[in-house]
């Protein structure tokens, strides 16, 4: 398979701060890769490189196959950005704003201003296409900042922690836009703060902290980077927890882990414990409210990779 973006050796300092220190990167055409890694680590540092905006210190990049230093302009013409905060013009409205952008990649005002109808329609925006930016909510916003990275149908599109301030809800809608974008055909970057994010969207993940990539796999195949599997018992009737831990402990030679509400998570090798931790259970007449067996979640592969229990809100560099 082709890569659509291709990185190796970047390295790159601000003052005497290393941002980044020999980054590797490989996107498939058609592929979302998620970037993740703590505060200051180095993610935005290599959006910005990727997308002609910085130049690095050391090191190659390549989009669809275009040098970024040789040919920035080239490269521009075939990419797409959407960096942490919207930044669409507020006093204009969302029809101007992606009219404007088309125009600004020569498009004509008649094909601008179909393409800002078409994208608007995609991205459910057609009702406010007149009513000025200022006017919409923060996801609203987001949308018109997304729509305004895809005018010129870019090959590659960079999404710098693209749901940083919305609600659950707003942040399920962009990911179904992302979802829809790679299935137009599009190949994606995505930099995230929200490790279920990642999990949902990316087809691998690398991680990156003190700007050197330190991990590299599908969310599967990092999520055994902390080894084995979890099983997770909750019993209906609390004072039975203990009855619970005591044929977890029996069945795995292992002390499981108990939270504050009286759940039960041990590590296990296989699944092969799982039949007779239900019998067991079954013959003490206790019931449960889970019994599930899941592989580590991404949280714990973070905090196994970098120390950090999670990304922090925003990174400086």
Known sequence: MTNAIEATGLTHRFGSTQALDGVDLAVPEGTVLGVLGPNGAGKTTAVRVLATLLRPDAGSARITGLDVLADPAAVRARIGLTGQYASVDEDLTGTQNLVMIGELLDLSRRD?????????????????????????????????????????????????????????????????????????????????QYLEEADALADAITVIDKGRVIAHDTPDGLKRVVGGQRLRVRAVDPSRTPEVAGILADLTGVTPAESGRGELTVRVDDDALLPPLVSRISSAGIAVHELSLHLPSLDEVFLTLTGAPQPALEEAA
Not at 117 to 123: G, V
């Open 112 to 192: 601008a201003r179909a393409r800002a109808a078409e994208l608007l329609a995609w991205f459910d925006l057609s009702e406010a296409a007149e009513r000025r930016a200022k006017t919409y909510s923060g996801g609203m916003r987001r949308r018109l900042d997304l729509a305004a990275s895809l005018v010129g149908r870019p090959a590659v599109i960079f999404l710098d922690e693209p749901t940083t301030g919305l609600d659950p809800a707003k942040r399920e809608e962009m990911w179904e836009v992302v979802r829809r974008v790679v299935a137009d055909g599009s190949t994606v970057l995505l930099t995230t």
